[in-house]
């Protein structure tokens, strides 16, 4: 596949990683994209890098417009190695006249490469830099996704290319919103917001606020993954704003692991309570879901109800990997509970609610705990904790405090 042409003297030039199956712990089942961009204007730029190992492809498509030795300068927008890996081979091989980043991308970059005698010219935020017929204007994005990262704006194109925001992990030979399947799309970027970017969502509303402040209005927003939004920018937008609120549904999740379908039983029972409340609920057993998934389950869930037997003194690995994981991105505005069976013990209730209290999710209760496997009243309380919850749900929704 060559380059793409994306707007008169603008081309895609990155590379597609359809193998790549674990993104730092998010699974990738489709792969992904690192997206690279080439403006020929009298100083001919290349905007981001690729992962070290795609240096080839990035360089094959580039020698189909121009000779990469030509190129003046050299944008770093983020340092993370998926975009950076291969800058000091492209350095070495391109000689750019500028490598340009952030103050932080300066200080990632040697970090990274120990190379202080790249021509690094540094750019803040409201920094234009002039290419010829077009100018860029860049905006630090600190911790959107690293501390480096940054954004770049063509001003006279309104093409914003946005880094690691707006993406998706998708490898498809499609490089436009308009030519895949929207509910795919909208599922993919979902799933990347819920497991990249949600612990930033405040810096996303701010990002989003300043946009309006400078008057920036995209014409396409080309991310550094998935496909460039040229359509619907409207609909990601409004996505954003959304997720990055935390708005959730009438929905809720009950996460768990099993050992001898016990604490599965009660899973069940906890749904069917759910459900006779009005909420809506989906099982997710940890033994057959990653957590990414997970993940992107929670993002607009109102409940999760977290289960897990009681295993030497504590909670099934996978529960515990499950709750490390969502710990560290931060959902906020949830109500939920726990539950379990036990045989003499019975930790794993405890821990696995002191762990959602530290979420600040609102808890139901003190946990349940059934011992062995749950009788007929056993049931009858797991049903009656569904209610419960469903309850706090709802109470939530409508602007009252979590129970
Ligand atoms: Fe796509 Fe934060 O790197």
């Known amino acids: 596949m060559g380059p793409v042409q994306i707007k008169e003297d603008i ?5 597609l990683d359809w193998d790549i199956r674990d993104f730092h712990g998010y699974s990738t089942p489709k792969g992904t994209t690192y997206n690279a961009y080439l403006v020929m204007d009298e100083k001919i730029t ?7 190992h795609f240096k ?4 094959k498509r580039i020698s189909k417009i121009v000779d990469p030795r030509r190129i003046d300068y050299l944008v770093v927008n983020h340092v993370e190695p998926d975009h950076s890996g291969s800058i000091p081979e492209l350095v070495e091989l391109l000689g750019p006249e500028k490598v340009i980043c952030s103050p932080m991308g300066k200080k990632t970059l040697i970090d990274h490469y120990q190379r202080e005698d790249w021509p690094f010219h540094v750019v803040e935020t409201g920094q234009e830099l002039k ?7 860049f905006f630090e994005t600190r911790m959107l996704h690293w501390p480096d990262s940054m ?6 194109d309104r093409i914003l290319i946005s880094s690691d925001a707006f993406g998706e992990h998708w490898a498809t030979s499609q490089r436009f919103d308009d030519e895949v399947d929207s509910a795919e799309l909208f599922y993919h970027a979902s799933k990347y917001y819920a497991n990249i970017l949600l612990l930033y969502s405040p810096l996303v509303q701010k990002l989003m606020a300043k946009f309006a402040e400078l008057g920036i209005s995209p014409a396409m927003i080309a991310p550094d993954h998935g496909v460039i939004w040229r359509k619907d920018l409207g609909g990601i937008l409004s996505a954003y704003g959304k997720w990055s609120r935390q708005e959730s549904s ?3 999740l009950v996460i768990y692991d099993t050992m001898w379908e016990a604490t599965a039983r009660m899973a069940e029972a906890i749904g069917e309570g759910l459900k ?6 989906r099982l997710l057993n940890l033994k057959y879901i990653h957590r990414s998934d997970v993940m992107t389950d929670v993002l607009d869930s109102r409940a999760i109800v977290m289960g897990s037997p009681t295993l030497n003194n504590g909670m099934m690995p996978a529960v515990a990997d499950m709750l490390t994981y969502m710990k560290g991105l931060k959902p906020h505005g949830k109500v939920g509970a726990a539950f379990g069976s036990y045989g003499w013990s019975g930790e794993a209730v405890k821990l696995i609610s002191e762990w959602m209290r530290e979420m600040n999710i609102g ?10 496997t749950p009788t007929k009243q056993d049931l009858d309380k797991c049903v009656e904790l569904g209610r419960q919850v469903a309850r706090a749900a709802l109470a939530l929704e409508a602007g009252k405090a979590p129970a």
């Open 276 to 281: 006779e409340e009005g909420v809506d609920f």
């Open 46 to 52: 290349l905007f981001d890098g690729v992962k070290k």
């Open 131 to 137: 290419l010829g017929k077009r100018t860029v204007t």
């Open 363 to 372: 808890m139901v209760g003190d946990g349940l705990r059934v011992k062995y």
């Open 56 to 59: 080839d492809d990035l360089l």
């Open 250 to 252: 009438r929905k809720a």
């Open 151 to 156: 954004m770049s704006y063509l001003n006279e």
């Open 11 to 15: 081309y895609w030039v990155g590379a």
